[in-house]
């Protein structure tokens, strides 16, 4: 591990997908803000996403004259476009993409493993960072005994019940829509119906089943929160769970000067960045509430 002639080096390989590209890229400036050097494993076709923060970390890294910092770096990984039929270029996963060209990447998703284990051993890091969702990446750390940590974006609470909202799904009545989550500190009531990928999907179901139980193998899991706002979670994970978890949320809060704010991911909403804060100040203080709903859900206005 690290000494101090030799840093400790991470690899972050994010899913391909802005909601949780940006997040990884928030965690690899936490980390290199406590002089870990990082590498970020992502596709020629997303580098787009995250390239402009991850420069103006480099440039805020280098600023704070910190001898300790090391600028962030970006590795490439091909995505297998041709192999499973999908036009080159093709490689992340949104709410515009067809049915079949999702399941399509999905696949490909899947054949990332090969160039994954290749590049880790050759990069050689002390350990990565793995999206829940390269659950093979798990067996990529066995072969390798390089420690895998999994990171989702999401908060504690997702992860303690994960597992339990699965195993409900699996065995509830076609015609029962309601169910309570047993076993979590507070009793929540969910619907089927708020399970889009699982009401007709078995297979994302059992998918989902997978990526848990290859989480679980993980050396842990690192969460985008922070103790006061799931004290309860941090207690059920750490006892009842009985995994190791590091909150070191909210990420996005590390992006301090307004111009990293506003150019995170690019240019993504249609109305210019003008409009949308002229919009935002039209309204009271305190009364706007930002919800991100995910890359690939898909809602209607109604
Ligand atoms: C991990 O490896 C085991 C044993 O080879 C295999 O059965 C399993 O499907 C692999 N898991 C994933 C998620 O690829
Ligand atoms: C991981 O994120 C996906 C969506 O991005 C979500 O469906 C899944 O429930 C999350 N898993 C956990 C354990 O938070
Ligand atoms: C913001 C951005 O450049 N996103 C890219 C993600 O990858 C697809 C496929 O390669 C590109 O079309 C997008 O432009
Ligand atoms: C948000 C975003 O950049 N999505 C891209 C995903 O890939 C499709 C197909 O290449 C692009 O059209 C989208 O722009």
New binding site residues.
């Given amino acids: 591990m690290a000494t101090q002639s030799s840093p400790l080096h991470i690899v972050l390989f994010p899913f391909l997908a802005h909601g949780h590209l940006l997040p990884m890229a928030d965690v690899a400036r936490i980390f290199a803000l406590h002089g870990v050097k990082c590498t970020i494993l992502t596709t020629r076709?997303?580098v787009?996403?995250i390239e402009t923060t991850i420069e103006q970390t480099n440039e805020y890294l280098k600023s704070k004259n910190e001898p300790s910092h090391m600028p962030i770096s970006i590795s490439l990984i091909h995505f297998p476009s041709a192999e499973i039929g999908l036009p080159e270029?093709?490689?992340?996963a949104s709410a515009s993409s067809s049915r079949e060209i999702q399941q399509k990447f999905f696949q490909g998703l899947f054949l990332l493993e090969k160039p994954f284990e290749q590049k880790l051993k050759e990069i050689n890091p002390d350990a990565f960072v793995s999206d829940t969702f390269f659950a093979w990446s798990a067996n990529v750390s066995a072969r390798t005994s390089i420690p895998r940590l999994v990171f989702n974006g999401t908060g504690l609470l997702a992860h303690c019940g994960q597992d339990v909202v699965c195993e409900i799904l699996e065995s509830l009545p076609d015609d029962v829509d309601k169910f309570v989550i047993p076993g979590l500190p507070h009793q929540f009531e969910m619907h089927r119906s708020q399970h889009l990928f699982t009401l007709k999907n078995k297979h994302i179901l059992s998918a989902i089943k997978r990526n848990s139980e290859m989480d679980a193998r993980s050396y842990g899991v690192i969460v985008n929160s922070f103790l006061d706002l799931e004290a309860d979670y941090v207690v059920h994970w750490r006892d009842v769970v009985r995994r190791k978890a590091w909150l070191v949320g909210p990420v996005a809060l590390c992006n301090e000067k307004g111009i990293e704010k506003s150019s995170r991911?690019?240019a993504?909403t249609s109305i210019g960045i003008e409009e949308l804060l002229h919009w935002l100040d039209s309204k009271h203080t305190g009364t706007v509430v930002y919800i991100c709903f995910g890359s690939i859900a898909n809602l209607n206005t109604s």
């Fill in positions: 076709g997303n787009t996403y270029g093709i490689e992340n991911g690019g993504t």
